[in-house]
């Protein structure tokens, strides 16, 4: 929320999280009689504060935050053993930066690194190159930069310009990849969605691609609907091209979630390193990795799929230590964690542990199917995730009012609308973590049955894509197909009018975008 001034006035209203109180001063407690009673809200205070009376109010204002744990909007870690967070408490002042202060946590990264490349069958684990970022998007940004500056070394190499790079993925991509785009100039080419086709299809992706394709982006379990795209197909696919057209254009795997689930859930699908033309990986540790927000993985299949001039070098024991990273200074503490939950679970516990949460997301969307006015997109047997609609016959009440429904109870389950060529489906989305188990099934399901009369005898919809709530978590409509010249710079209206989405639940405006994400990034 740091990007948002706190009077600025959204574009659209009052957006939800806008400051209360209009900038009145926060009243506290009289029962801290020694203190002022009133504090600036939006101003450094002028004097000091005992410790005990600050916590209190930082710890107050946060009490209306939503419940973590029923929090099923969010794909990151809302829990940690306790042997985890103190290993963080312990760890929170480490810099990961400062591998030669700390070598020993550098060790620990280190050993991650490896442990990944071999789940995803690197050919040679030992010398796999990746590190660890602050989540997914920090390691799609690295994923994207590395192709794109592999695509440059190449066409600079014949002799070819260089200028106009693009990416294909299907429209279903979360937001980071937009972001990549956007960032660093990479004009994207979206595949749109079809039919039931929610994500990229093989034969889409191979459509878009041409000479100035730096690679596809292939995401192992779309945020829309938790689906796994088929990227033993694209990689095929790509293949062909190659022999038809001399093209060799790379996949990058965005294994956000999936990166955790598959390798335990679903070994003989073939989505990683074992398909020569995976470049490389990422996944979130603070996802299925099981750890606390802020640590994500991104891994190259070799030292050549990733440019050296992009690697820097930092002092290391006296040697030095390569680096590939956004940050500077990182907390070490994530990765610490990693580590733990590694050794403390090993295969067979990741695999129990992701077993239990598809049992649980395929049982809860059967139930949810059976409840009569829903329709499930997908069983949660990829990721343990699945999006569910209001069956079409149905009109007196939407998506959103069952999600308003629910949160009375405290269930955050978010609605959205699937991107083209699919925005006429509004969806409702669970995802099933760690902690989330049958128990806490039964009673999301004893709510959504309890709510349904009420939502039945209604006369028409209470509420509408415009009342969406902004955590659909990267779910958010962007516009499919491309458009011949890359965004740029100087035509920053381009930008603004990709980003447009197609119904009202999504703000118009760039500077919105901050805003929506400044909320859904609290996952
Ligand atoms: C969550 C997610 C991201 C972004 O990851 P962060 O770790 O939140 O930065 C990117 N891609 C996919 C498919 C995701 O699910």
Not at 252 to 278: E, K, N, Q, T
Request: one cysteine or more; a neutral charge.
């Amino acid at each position: 929320m740091a990007l948002q001034h706190p009077h600025m006035q959204h574009p659209h209203g009052q957006h939800p999280h806008a400051p209360a109180g209009g900038g009145r001063d926060l009243d506290v407690n009289p029962v801290f009689s020694r203190e002022p009673l009133t504090i600036p809200r939006y101003a450094l205070p002028a004097g000091q504060l005992a410790p005990g009376t600050a916590y209190q109010i930082v710890h107050d204002e946060l009490m209306l935050d939503g419940n973590e744990r029923l929090n099923l909007a969010t794909f990151v870690s809302t829990w940690a053993e306790p042997e985890a967070a103190r290993l963080m408490a312990e760890c929170a002042a480490k810099n990961m930066i400062d591998k030669d202060e700390y070598p020993r946590t550098a060790e620990l990264e280190t050993r991650c690194v490896h442990m990944l490349a071999r789940l995803w069958h690197a050919e040679d684990p030992r010398h796999a190159v990746g590190c660890s970022t602050t989540g997914s998007s920090e390691a799609a940004m690295l994923g994207g930069l590395a192709l794109k500056r592999r695509w440059q070394a190449r066409r600079r190499a014949a002799g070819e310009p260089a200028d106009r790079p693009n990416l294909v993925m299907g429209v279903n991509v979360q937001i980071c990849w937009e972001k990549f785009a956007n960032y660093f100039e990479v004009e994207p080419r979206y595949v749109p969605m079809e039919g039931d086709r929610y994500h990229l299809g093989a034969r889409e992706a191979v459509e878009l691609c041409d000479e100035n394709t730096i690679g596809v982006v292939a995401v192992l379990g779309s945020t829309f609907d938790g689906s796994y795209e088929p990227v033993a197909d694209i990689a095929a696919a790509l293949d062909d091209l190659e022999r038809r057209t001399g093209l060799d254009v790379p996949v990058h795997v965005d294994g956000a979630s999936g990166a955790m689930i598959a390798p335990f859930l679903d070994p003989d699908l073939r989505w990683d390193f074992r398909l020569p033309r995976v470049a490389s990986i990422n996944t979130s540790g603070h996802k299925y990795g099981l750890v606390m927000p802020g640590l994500g993985w991104a891994l190259w299949r070799d030292a050549e799929a990733l440019p050296d001039d992009l690697v820097f070098r930092v002092n290391y024991l006296g040697g030095d230590m390569p680096t590939f990273a956004l940050n500077f200074s990182r907390p070490g503490a994530q990765v610490v964690a990693q580590y733990y939950t590694f050794l403390r679970l090993g295969f067979e516990g990741y695999r129990r542990v992701q077993g239990t949460c598809r049992d649980v997301a395929t049982r809860l969307s059967a139930e949810i199917g059976r409840l009569g006015p829903f329709e499930t997109l997908g069983d949660g047997g990829d990721l343990p995730v699945f999006a569910f609609r209001v069956r079409e016959d149905i009109a007196n009440f939407t998506v959103y009012d069952v999600s308003a429904a629910l949160r009375e109870s405290g269930w955050l389950v978010p609605a959205y609308t699937f991107p083209e060529n699919r925005t006429d489906l509004a969806v409702l989305r669970i995802v099933v973590r760690n902690g989330f188990g049958h128990d806490l099934a039964d009673l999301f399901l004893d709510d959504l049955r309890r709510v349904l009369p009420r939502l039945r005898a209604q006369r028409e919809p209470q509420r509408d894509a415009g009342d969406a709530t902004g955590f659909a978590h990267g779910a958010e409509p962007k516009k499919a197909g491309f458009k011949q010249a890359r965004p740029t710079k100087t035509e920053p209206t381009k930008t603004e009018s990709r980003k447009t989405g197609p119904t009202k639940a999504e703000p118009k405006k760039a500077g919105s975008t901050k805003t929506r994400r400044g909320k859904a990034g609290s996952k």
